[in-house]
């Protein structure tokens, strides 16, 4: 198939780039002009005469159907600008997020795509301490998560609008996403600094880390969004893309996790920092819709994949 991938260098672009070209489809990957990454992304995916770079700006993403030239199946939308902790904060960088991106549901229809797939996230929820389904209600804190709401609540309607009036079946997915970690993912990451800091025998200074949570590995993550671009039935609407119930756990039960992993090296000092952007968030997600819909469900335990990624950090500096 064509599959169009935006946000191409990102962490989570990456990876569900590597997984489509595995399988021999033609990758469209949108990249920014002069994107300093582009090169490092190239050598990376290693995608040969199935991957094809595009490079636009996110604000001209209406520019795709001409600069693409030819139908394609499903659009992979994961470019989002500022998802730094301080950017959530700004309504102007989100909200242009949210508009820039109705260009790209309306390019991915113009595409003739059957499916666009919006990476949402559990922001989206808000503060919670209960089970999250799709069908909780959204309340977000950061201007992050209300900028996600806004545009999937316009995408959907926007999609069936389309399906209506006959203009277009596409479908609009939109996942919220929980935590992913794994090899790719920015230096500054919770899971990469505990791993190179207990590596080197040094001290972890740390929130109180009592919230319940929930990792994904970023190999399951795009074998997820693969699922649901693929199903064979209607797969249009909301859903969380998580780990399972069983890897719900205190935050701090994953610190020491990682720790033991790295043979017990290093400290951890508790209660020194302040909450993130959203706050105390309780990240306690149901994938029951998920799995129902597509039969996907997460492969790698959280050991497997810090186990992993200690392999790939063997012979760097510490």
Same mark, same amino acid.
């Given at each position: 198939?064509?599959?169009?991938?935006?946000?191409? @260098?990102?962490?989570?672009?990456?990876?569900?780039?590597?997984?489509?070209?595995?399988?021999?489809? &033609?990758?469209?990957?949108?990249?920014?002009?002069?994107?300093?990454?582009?090169?490092?992304?190239?050598?990376?995916?290693?995608?040969?005469?199935?991957?094809?770079?595009?490079?636009?700006?996110?604000?001209?993403?209406?520019?795709?159907?001409?600069?693409?030239?030819? %139908?394609?199946? =499903?659009?992979?939308?994961?470019?989002?600008?500022?998802?730094?902790?301080?950017? !959530?904060?700004?309504?102007?960088?989100? &909200?242009?997020?949210?508009?820039?991106?109705?260009?790209?549901?309306?390019?991915?229809?113009?595409?003739?795509?059957?499916?666009?797939?919006?990476?949402?996230? &559990?922001?989206?929820?808000?503060?919670?301490?209960?089970?999250?389904?799709?069908?909780?209600?959204?309340?977000? =804190?950061?201007?992050?998560?209300?900028?996600?709401?806004?545009?999937?609540?316009?995408?959907?309607?926007?999609?069936?609008?389309?399906?209506?009036?006959?203009?277009?079946?596409?479908?609009?997915?939109?996942?919220?996403?929980?935590?992913?970690?794994?090899?790719?993912?920015?230096?500054?990451?919770?899971?990469?600094?505990?791993?190179? @800091?207990?590596?080197?025998?040094?001290?972890?200074?740390?929130?109180?880390?009592?919230?319940?949570?929930?990792?994904?590995?970023?190999?399951?993550?795009?074998?997820?969004?693969?699922?649901?671009?693929?199903?064979?039935? %209607?797969?249009?609407?909301?859903?969380?893309?998580?780990?399972?119930?069983?890897?719900?756990?205190?935050?701090?039960?994953?610190?020491?996790?990682?720790?033991?992993?790295?043979?017990?090296?290093?400290?951890?000092?508790?209660?020194?920092?302040?909450?993130?952007?959203?706050? &105390?968030?309780?990240?306690?997600?149901?994938?029951? %819709?998920?799995?129902?819909?597509?039969?996907?469900?997460?492969?790698?335990?959280?050991?497997?994949?810090?186990? !992993?990624?200690?392999?790939?950090?063997?012979?760097?500096?510490?």
């Amino acid at each position: 198939m064509d599959m169009i991938v935006t946000g191409a @260098t990102s962490f989570l672009g990456r990876a569900m780039i590597k997984r489509l070209l595995r399988d021999g489809h &033609q990758v469209w990957a949108v990249v920014r002009p002069g994107s300093k990454n582009r090169a490092s992304f190239e050598e990376d995916v290693a995608g040969g005469p199935d991957l094809h770079i595009v490079e636009l700006e996110m604000e001209r993403f209406d520019c795709l159907p001409e600069k693409i030239g030819r %139908k394609c199946d =499903v659009f992979f939308h994961f470019c989002w600008d500022g998802a730094g902790s301080e950017n !959530r904060k700004r309504a102007d960088i989100q &909200q242009k997020n949210a508009v820039d991106s109705r260009k790209a549901l309306q390019a991915a229809k113009d595409l003739g795509c059957r499916r666009f797939l919006f990476s949402g996230s &559990q922001a989206e929820y808000g503060v919670c301490h209960s089970l999250m389904t799709e069908e909780t209600a959204c309340s977000p =804190v950061s201007e992050y998560g209300k900028a996600k709401v806004n545009f999937g609540s316009w995408a959907t309607a926007q999609a069936q609008e389309w399906q209506r009036s006959g203009i277009s079946d596409m479908e609009y997915v939109h996942t919220r996403i929980f935590s992913v970690y794994g090899p790719g993912d920015h230096e500054g990451s919770l899971v990469n600094t505990c791993l190179r @800091t207990f590596l080197a025998d040094g001290e972890m200074k740390m929130g109180a880390c009592t919230q319940m949570w929930n990792f994904l590995y970023i190999d399951d993550l795009a074998e997820g969004m693969l699922a649901l671009a693929l199903c064979g039935k %209607k797969a249009g609407g909301y859903y969380n893309l998580a780990a399972g119930r069983d890897a719900t756990m205190p935050l701090r039960e994953y610190v020491e996790e990682m720790r033991r992993l790295c043979g017990g090296k290093g400290s951890t000092v508790y209660g020194e920092l302040p909450p993130n952007a959203e706050g &105390q968030a309780q990240l306690i997600p149901d994938i029951t %819709k998920i799995t129902e819909t597509t039969g996907w469900k997460p492969c790698v335990s959280f050991a497997e994949g810090i186990g !992993r990624m200690l392999a790939l950090m063997e012979g760097q500096p510490r």
